[in-house]
């Protein structure tokens, strides 16, 4: 039976979610979050086949793109997707590839090209760095934060309840014309804040977390985020920059009151190629840059 692919919507969603959870590679790619928040501009979609999930995305002028089967027996699921992209007369081509599975693309297909994007690599960090800013190398966080907290000493942080959703989406509303007013903003910008309104809808349904931090009642940053094995992915972001420090705390806040036994990483994805949000990765430390190929397989096999 050939491959259906269907949209990422809710149902779909919690159909792939049990397969995220035995991915070891710690890739954004790969959670509930990320693909339902990006599904619109990427016509993201999935199809189950052979025990495996497979991850379908449009790049556009790049053409479409799937994702390495995640499941019991990749190798059948990969006939299966081969199939299909003969059947409908599509390129062979993986996005978000791991090392692992990189090996193994070359293993099974005679001639494949492989590429990397550094825009699209995530930023992984230490969980007990981001939650404690300790040592010398966090100074110029914890004078943010404590330049922050002096001025404001009324702040605080909650979880961000159902409630508290409205009042989130209205932040974020609030946050783009204000960025708008500073100048235009980039397509990533416009389709990344569209994401987290669509996730602010759904994140407790899907299990998520959030937070909110306010200044003198009125909220000052939020974010929401998905824990998946040991690390914790921090989906959105959103601060007023009119209180300098305001990020810093957000992600100070955020890592302590989701801390668990489990938890080692916090992975805080891609730059998407903002040199401002590269350097504002790269200031908070990674213990590692998260590199992910593109594999387009030139001669495929039944």
Not at 55 to 70: A, I, S
Request: charged share 25%; proline share 5%.
């Amino acid at each position: 039976m050939s491959l259906q692919f269907l949209p990422f919507d809710r149902a779909g969603a919690q159909i792939a979610a049990p397969y995220f959870k035995v991915r070891a590679d710690r890739f954004c790619d790969r959670t509930v979050g990320v693909n339902y928040m990006w599904r619109a501009p990427f016509q993201g979609a999935y199809a189950i086949t052979n025990g495996c999930l497979i991850l379908r995305v449009n790049y556009g002028v790049k053409g479409v793109h799937f994702t390495y089967p995640t499941g019991k027996d990749p190798a059948s699921a990969l006939t299966a997707l081969e199939r299909h992209c003969r059947e409908n007369a599509l390129p062979l081509q993986f996005a978000a590839v791991s090392d692992e599975e990189v090996a193994a693309l070359k293993n099974r297909y005679p001639s494949v090209t492989v590429s990397a994007n550094r825009d699209f690599f995530d930023y992984l960090y230490h969980y007990d760095d981001l939650a404690t800013f300790a040592g010398r190398r966090y100074s110029a966080q914890r004078n943010h934060i404590n330049r922050f907290t002096k001025q404001w000493p009324d702040w605080t942080y909650r979880p961000l309840a159902r409630e508290d959703v409205p009042a989130a989406q209205a932040f974020l509303v609030e946050w783009l014309e204000r960025k708008k007013a500073n100048g235009p903003l980039s397509r990533s910008e416009e389709i990344e804040a569209r994401g987290c309104a669509d996730l602010l809808e759904v994140m407790h349904d899907f299990g998520m977390s959030g937070g909110i931090l306010t200044v003198g009642g009125d909220i000052g940053a939020f974010s929401i985020g998905e824990a998946l094995g040991d690390t914790l992915y921090v989906h959105c972001e959103k601060g007023d920059i009119r209180f300098p420090g305001v990020y810093q705390l957000m992600v100070r806040e955020f890592a302590t009151h989701n801390a668990s036994p489990a938890l080692r990483y916090i992975n805080r994805e891609d730059d998407s190629g903002d040199a401002g949000l590269r350097q504002s990765k790269l200031a908070y430390r990674p213990c590692a840059i998260l590199e992910k190929s593109i594999v387009v397989v030139h001669d495929g096999k039944e």
